[in-house]
Structures are given as structure tokens and as C-alpha cells.
């Protein structure tokens, strides 16, 4: 009789089922070094860019065939890196970009450095007002500068698990016009600390030798995230320290210009070295510059920390940090998002123009000469908002009202975000049982609004009477008030909740949820633009990575289940300050950015009916604003009557917070699931990701029922504080 094979023996010799990868950070230093973006590797292996992120940063792995193919790719580019460990670029032939190295496209932004290009013919890209109007960055220079490292008891530990999410850049993959990073900490002994735990030495007691050090020696700046844009400006960061060693006051008296007298010692060394400022002169946030020669780009950002740049509202107390730690917070936010140029809202606004370059390179197709042209899919000249759009300080509103007037809703746009509180008569006695009452924020609410969002690209054409066409972005106006709405919901159709009393001036996504729920509608008049795109993706894309990126460094994955999620969530913002300080920038990026879609005039100076510097720029845009704002107050209603078909109907709403009462103090206590244990689809989801809901916080049923008794929202102070005032 035959023996038995031994069952050991027979998996041996059935070798190998599962094919060898790299460890996920291996996999994307090969990638990276190899000049590939994730979105080229999805491509190649036909799934997702969000997929091959996720096999880079260890949340995923490969399955099957596609497994083999990944790693037969990955065989072959460490192969090719190991026979020639020069990096491979990109040719240029077909389309010369308008200033040096490209970086990566923003549909697919990778936190590691680019690879540099072969730089190509530079064309002219048209002046803004206030700004260096320049495009090359400055030469490389010869020799690096003297460097010495930080002491390792100075260092900061390194932050878990990053190396997993974000490679280190190898030597082939960084920019040696940028080899030191995107800025540097000045302190007051010369030391400038700089990202990773590098210092500079910096010899300069003069804010013109400062300017001069770091265009010539300390190579910090970082490259273009469009290959249409420019590469970002080193930014210099001087603590109260290093203003006083370079001369600067510790407070600025001017409180309402904010920036340094003209008459001061250092204005009057900037301009004796034949260097200029802004037109916002010398203030917390600052640019020195000279006019462009030869297409040379030469230009210095400054943040000076004791005046104020660092708002605590978006920063935390990163501005109490010292410099070493404010060096890798800021560094941190300048990889993820982008080098700041001001506040976080203006950063906002700069992280637009960087990823969609409102102009690019044309050749000429008889003289075969480079010229700078519009970049479609931008945002590429200002143009004059339709009258409804204008705030009322604008000048289209000034030629067609009285000053004084107090314009209907079927003369203005009002979307703005929700602030409605229920009728404490409308409580059923089954809720008022309820010993809890808590609230859910929705995550990066306005972000998520954006994503897919068709906007207008150009001027509004007006038309009379039209057909609704809810692909086409514009200003509607048209009555809503008799479309019946629950009275214990907010109505989707105002932000302060209440049912419209007539025709009214709505956003298309506004105006397409009436038709979504069954309503015809009938606008009287349109605003509407033709030309458009969904110009806010790639913003979307990257705040968003940087975003899910932070809150992993925060111990916060989308792969949790729903009790381990909120347990993270309660101490998230005590794991690391550094990166709880990115977070909370990171988020006021969204918020402040689209705001800033809509900047009012400022200053004492200004008239109504007056045009402010704002309105300059192809950026203001207070349409767009408004269709963000409307997208989200859709998306929060759309979830909120899901859910109310349930028998679930919310207390009070503020922007993206909505009140619940519940029988216990979780989320998990009311949200509505299906016989599965599932979430119910269409409601609100517990979980990190952009578009669902974390805990806002919890009280009891009695306090809440006492603010709405006295007019007042809960969802505004259910974590225990002002949620306006903590710049939630």
C-alpha cells in the first residue's frame, strides 16, 4: 500500500502562489525615481490612481493577474534605475512650458519632489497688478552652501508611519534648484532651520542680504504643481528672534495697513539695494522682488511670525513653536498643500491659480514663435459678475440702485450655508424622551462640494425666460415657494432654512435639486455661462490627498470600522501638534479659499460703488462661490432627508453641523441602519474621508431644548464652544 505524501512536501513543490512585491515604500521611491506619476501606473494596469496610492502607502495590495503585472513592472523599472541611475524625463518637443521643470499634473499630485525636465523656451505671461510680473526662477548657484546638521537631541522624532504614505525623494528625484526645501526658519543666531531637520547657516543681518542669501545660496523654493505654472518662491520665515537681529520692530504700530512705515530703516535698505515690495509693502506676509531681466525670476517671500502671520484661527499655536518644529509644521503644509503666500485663505486662492495656470505657451504657426496664451480650463482674464451675483459694494450694483437700497431676494444671490434652528413646538413627544442631543459635522464639506462641480469660465450671458439646463452653470431666477418641504427640516431652497415667499435668485445646484425632487420650474430670467469646466478638481484632488494624508499621521485611516473611527477621532488632535496644526490649516485652506472667491473691499479709503484690487483678478469670482456653497447645502439636505424617511429629523443645522436627538451620546445611537448592519445608503456615513461625518460632540436633550427656546442654534456651541469662533 502507498504511503501517504507528506502535506508539507506537496505545498513545497507547488512553489510560489504569491508574487513578491517591494515593501509600498519601495514601490514608490522605484515610481518616483523612474519620473512615473500614480495616475500613469493606473493607467498601465487599469485600475484607479486612488488604488495605486493606496498600494503605495500599505492600506492595499494587489490581487491576481494584476499583482503579476505590478510587479513585473516594478522588476523592470528597478532594473533599468540600477543599469542607468539617471532619471528619466519627459521630451518637451510637442509643447514647450512656460518656465522650468515640470512637476506633476494636478488630476494626480505626489507628495514626493518631481523629477526636473530639461528646461524649455520661456514665453511672457502678462503682469498682475501688485505682483512680480516674472517667470524663470532664479540660476542655480555653483557651489551649495556651508551646511551643518542639527543635533539629534533637537530633532523631532519621526512622525509614525509616514515613510509609507510619503517617500522620501532620493537624490535622483529632487530638484537641485530646490535641494533644501520649499522655505527656512530664521532665528536670531543665523541658524535656519530648514524641512527634514536640515540647518543653514545664514550669515545676514539685513533683510537685502537676506533677499541675496537666499536666492543665491540657500536653494529653497519648490517646483510648479502645472506644468503651465511657476515654481513657487523660497519663503523665509523670520521669528521674533531674527526680526530683531535683521531690524525689524517687534509689533508693527500701523494696525490697520499692517506693514512698516515707509520711512523705516528697512524699507529704506530695501530700496537703496534696488529691491521693491508689493503694493501691501512690508507687512506680516511679505514679497521682495526685483523687475524681471532676461526672463529671470527674483523673488523672496517673507512671514514674520511676531506680526502676526501665523493665525492662530488656522495655525493653532504653531506660531509658539520653535523654529526647528515651525520648520517641519510649515514644510509639512508647503509639500501637502503649497508654500504659504499669505494666509490660509489666500493660499487657498494661490492653490487654484497653481494647478489651472490661467495662461500657457502658444507657438505661432507661421513664425514658429512661443507667445503666452489663454490655458483652456482656466480662469484666464477678470470679468464683471451678473448683477445678482455683485455684493452690494460692487459698482454694477452702484450703476443700477440707489445707494441705500436694500435689494429682494429677485434682485441678489443669497446662497450662503445653512443657520436654522426647528420650531420647539414642532418636537414630538417621542423625541423629547430622548436623554441626548448630538451633532455630526460633515469632513471637508465644501471640498467635497467642489469635486465635479461644472463652473463658469467666463463672462454671464443673460437670457429671458429660458429652459432649466442644470449642466449649465449660471444664476436663476426663479420661484420655489410652492414646493411643500417638512417643517421639521430646514427648506434646501434658503440658508436660513425658511420656505421662500417668491421668485428668488438661485445657483444651478440649487435650482436642479427642485427638479430632482419632482418639481417643475419655470426661471423667469438667467444668467448663465456658456464656457465652463470642472475647474475645481484638481484643487479638490489635492487638498483632499493632503487632508487624508494628516489625519493617518493623526491615526486616522479610512479603513477603521465606525467605533474605532470615532475613538480616534476624540484624540486625533493630541497625537502629534505638529500635524494637528497642519490639519487645521489644511482645512481653513478650503474654507478661506472659497471665500476668498468673494473678497469684499477693505480699507478706510474705499467708496461704495469703487472697484477694489480684488476684482483685478481672474480669481474673483463670487459665482463660483456661490455654487460651492450651494453644493454643499444641497448635499448636507439631500442626506438629511434620506434619513428623515427613517423618522429622524434634525433640531438645528449650522453650515455643515447638524443637532439629532438620540437615546445615547454617539452617532451610533441614532443613525439610522439597514436589517445588514449597513449604514443606510444616502445618509450620513461615519468615516474620514471628505463628504462624511465624524462627531461633533454631544449635551443633553434639555440644554438643547433650552436654545432653541431661547432662539438660539445648538449646533453652534454642542462641543462645548463657539463653533464660529474656533473657525469650524
Known amino acids: 500500500m502507498a504511503s501517504k505524501p507528506d502535506p508539507v512536501d506537496a505545498l513545497l513543490k507547488s512553489g510560489p502562489r504569491r508574487t513578491h512585491l517591494p515593501e509600498p515604500a519601495e ?116 557651489a551649495p552652501p556651508p551646511l551643518r546638521k542639527t543635533p539629534a537631541a533637537t530633532r523631532r522624532p519621526p512622525v509614525r508611519n509616514s515613510a509609507a504614505r510619503e517617500p522620501a525623494p532620493t537624490a535622483a528625484a529632487v530638484d537641485p534648484r530646490f535641494a533644501n526645501g520649499p522655505l527656512a ?106 523687475p524681471a531681466q532676461g526672463g529671470s525670476r527674483q523673488c523672496v517671500q517673507f512671514a514674520i511670525v511676531p506680526w502676526g502671520a501665523l493665525d492662530a484661527r488656522a495655525w493653532g499655536d504653531a506660531a509658539h513653536l520653535p523654529a526647528a518644529e515651525l520648520a517641519q509644521v510649515l514644510g509639512t503644509y508647503a509639500t501637502r498643500v503649497i508654500t504659504p503666500r499669505g494666509s490660509c485663505a489666500v493660499s487657498g486662492l494661490e492653490l487654484m491659480t497653481a494647478l489651472r495656470p490661467p495662461t500657457r505657451a502658444v507657438k505661432d504657426a507661421t513664425t514658429g514663435a512661443w507667445s503666452s496664451g489663454p490655458n483652456p480650463g482656466s480662469l484666464t482674464a477678470p470679468v464683471d459678475p451678473a448683477p445678482p451675483e455683485a455684493p452690494d459694494e460692487h459698482p454694477v450694483v452702484a450703476a443700477l ?49 467642489a469635486n465635479r462641480l461644472n463652473v463658469g469660465l467666463g463672462p454671464a450671458v443673460h437670457i429671458n425666460n429660458p429652459e432649466f439646463d442644470p449642466k449649465l452653470p449660471g444664476s436663476w431666477l426663479v420661484d420655489l415657494s410652492h414646493i411643500e418641504i417638512d417643517p421639521r427640516l430646514p427648506n434646501p431652497f434658503t440658508p436660513h432654512g425658511v420656505r421662500p415667499s417668491g421668485p428668488a435668485w438661485y445657483a444651478t445646484p440649487t435650482v436642479a435639486y427642485a427638479v430632482e425632487l419632482g418639481h417643475q420650474v419655470r426661471p423667469a430670467e438667467a444668467y448663465v455661462r456658456r464656457e465652463h469646466a470642472a475647474y475645481l478638481d484638481a484643487w479638490y484632488t489635492r487638498l483632499r490627498d493632503a487632508y487624508m494624508i494628516t489625519m493617518a499621521e493623526l491615526g486616522v485611516v479610512s479603513s477603521m470600522d465606525e467605533a474605532d473611527f470615532l475613538k480616534a ?43 477694489w484690487p480684488a476684482l483685478e483678478r481672474p480669481t ?3 459665482d463660483i462661490r456661490a455654487a460651492v456653497i450651494s453644493a454643499a447645502r444641497i448635499n448636507m439636505h439631500r442626506k ?89
Request: one cysteine or more; glycine letters at 10%.
Open 27 to 142: 514601490r514608490a521611491r522605484l515610481r518616483t525615481a523612474y519620473g512615473l506619476t500614480q495616475t500613469e501606473i493606473a493607467g498601465a494596469l487599469d485600475v484607479t490612481r486612488t488604488t495605486v496610492a493606496g498600494w503605495e502607502a500599505g492600506r492595499s495590495e494587489p490581487q491576481g493577474t494584476t499583482r503579476a503585472a505590478y510587479a513585473k513592472l516594478l522588476e523592470g523599472i528597478a532594473t533599468q534605475l540600477a543599469a542607468a541611475p539617471a532619471p528619466r524625463t519627459e521630451a518637451v518637443e510637442a509643447e514647450p512650458q512656460t518656465t522650468a521643470a515640470p512637476a506633476p499634473g494636478p488630476a494626480a499630485p505626489a507628495p514626493a519632489a518631481p523629477v526636473p525636465a530639461p528646461v524649455a523656451p520661456s514665453a511672457p505671461e502678462p503682469p498682475v497688478a501688485s505682483e512680480p510680473s516674472v517667470e524663470a526662477s532664479v540660476a542655480t548657484p555653483a
Open 185 to 290: 526658519v530664521l532665528d536670531g543666531d543665523g541658524s535656519a532651520y530648514c524641512v527634514g531637520g536640515l540647518v543653514l547657516d545664514c550669515p545676514a543681518t539685513t533683510v537685502p542680504a537676506l533677499v541675496e542669501w537666499t536666492l543665491t545660496e540657500a536653494r529653497l523654493g519648490a517646483p510648479r504643481l502645472n506644468r503651465n505654472g511657476r515654481d513657487a518662491d523660497p519663503l523665509v520665515v523670520i521669528t521674533a528672534a531674527a526680526a530683531e537681529r535683521l531690524g525689524l520692530p517687534e509689533g508693527l504700530e500701523d494696525r490697520r495697513g499692517l506693514r512698516l512705515p515707509e520711512d523705516h530703516k528697512v524699507n529704506k535698505q530695501i530700496a537703496r539695494a534696488k529691491w521693491k515690495t508689493t503694493r501691501r509693502g512690508f507687512g506680516p506676509w511679505a514679497r521682495v522682488y526685483r
Open 640 to 728: 438629511m432627508l434620506k434619513i428623515a424617511t427613517v423618522g429622524l429629523f434634525p433640531i438645528a443645522v449650522l453650515s455643515d453641523c447638524a443637532v439629532y436627538l438620540s437615546d445615547g451620546p454617539s452617532p451610533l445611537d441614532f443613525l439610522p441602519r439597514t436589517p445588514d448592519d449597513k449604514p443606510l445608503p444616502g445618509g450620513f456615513r461615519l468615516g474620514v474621508s471628505p463628504g462624511m461625518v465624524k462627531c461633533e460632540g454631544s449635551q443633553p436633550m434639555m440644554w438643547a431644548v433650552h436654545m432653541l427656546d431661547q432662539g438660539h442654534n445648538p449646533a453652534r456651541h454642542i462641543k462645548g464652544s463657539d463653533a464660529s469662533a474656533d473657525g469650524e
Open 401 to 449: 440702485y440707489p445707494r441705500g437700497h436694500r435689494r429682494t431676494p429677485a434682485e441678489v444671490l443669497d446662497e450662503e450655508a445653512y443657520e436654522w434652528i426647528r420650531d420647539p413646538e414642532l418636537l414630538t413627544d417621542e423625541e423629547c424622551t430622548k436623554p441626548y442631543a448630538v451633532g455630526i459635522d460633515v469632513n471637508m464639506a465644501f471640498a467635497a462640494a
Open 569 to 611: 477621532m476624540d484624540q486625533h488632535k493630541q497625537v502629534d501638534a505638529g500635524q494637528a496644526a497642519v490639519l487645521s490649516a489644511i482645512k481653513s485652506t478650503v474654507k478661506g479659499g472659497i471665500g476668498k472667491l468673494r473678497e469684499r473691499p477693505q480699507g478706510l479709503g474705499y467708496r461704495p460703488g469703487e472697484r
Open 620 to 622: 474673483w469670482r463670487p
